[in-house]
């Protein structure tokens, strides 16, 4: 009786020793794919499903010993719907991958100075988004307003998923914009030319896209807040090309200036109705506290840089050096 005892109990262990080692070796067996290979769970798959998949693409060469590891680990089966990258690691590492929902990223970037319909045509363009965007009630899709959405796409990188919307990136851009402009505008100096955060978008824009210069960004600012607070014209080119919009051709004619549109500010008084592009955080720093200076001119020097002037005279003599290449 006792031999036989023994002899069950030896043939257990056995048992038990073999059926570990394989265990041990489906854990460890890897996923035949090729690194960095895409796979797409769609919603509502199981982990069966996944695993005839698998074995439908010669990944795995059968299912019935992971759906024993997944009687034993039932986290298993929590699979997240999405684009994941697969490896040739374990089948069981790549699995759990998806368990926890570690999806590719794909990203897509709002430049600073940017206008409302290059960014649209971006993202109309950017893969793996699903374009939901409704062009004639953007702003309402976006802001759920009825302000013109330019100036509210904080310049950013913004990372997504496939099948993400676009809705749902330009929304994310737009927070962001909302919450640095509700911070600056609490943070405001005194006796500046505006009425309302909204303004100090419109000259955030503006300071954006009259220099590449980052550098140069509060000094324009200074020169801008000191027009308006002595009611002179802002006279910013970048108004007046936005203005033009599709008949811009690359150069502006005297009869641009002359010509009367809502943003032309060699006709216009104060600021233009809208952003005309996406500032950066930097220029709506500059607009909210622009350092006090006597500059009302200033000039491009042609290298990126500017020319300040604080009278005509000065402007005038600037012009000819740096424009008409005159010199005194």
Known sequence: MLKVILSVLFLAVITTAIG?????????????????????????????KLCKQWQANNWVDSCWRYQIIAKLDPTLTD????????????????????NQGQQVSFSFTIIEGQALRDVLAAIKNTTNLKNDLNIEQLSQQILSSDIHLEG??????????????????????????????DDAWQQRAQNLPYNSA???????????????LASERPLIASAFVNRLNTNMRL???????????????????????????PYNTYRIKGLPPT????????????????PHSE??????KGDGSHQFSTTLKQHNAAVKTYILNKKN
Not at 277 to 286: F, T
Not at 295 to 300: C, G, K, S
């Open 295 to 300: 500059y009302v001119y200033f000039v491009a």
């Open 152 to 181: 509210w796409l904080f310049p950013d990188t913004y990372h997504y998923h496939n099948n993400d919307t676009a809705s749902s990136v330009l929304k994310r851009a737009a927070q962001k914009m909302q919450q640095t402009l």
């Open 198 to 212: 909204y303004e100090v978008l419109i000259m955030a824009s503006i300071i954006e896209k009259e220099t590449g």
């Open 79 to 98: 699979l997240k719907a999405g684009l994941y990258v697969l490896s040739n690691t374990s089948v069981i590492s790549n699995i759990k991958k998806i």
């Open 20 to 48: 570990y080692q394989q265990l041990q070796a489906t854990i460890n067996t890897p996923l035949m794919v090729t690194n960095n290979t895409q796979f797409e769970v769609k919603r509502g798959t199981g982990f069966n």
């Open 275 to 290: 952003p005309i592009a996406m500032p950066s955080k930097a220029a709506i720093l500059a607009a909210v506290n622009p």
């Open 235 to 261: 006279q910013t080119d970048p108004t007046v090309i936005y203005g033009l919009g599709e008949n811009f051709d690359g150069d502006i004619k005297r009869k641009d200036l002359r010509d009367y549109t």
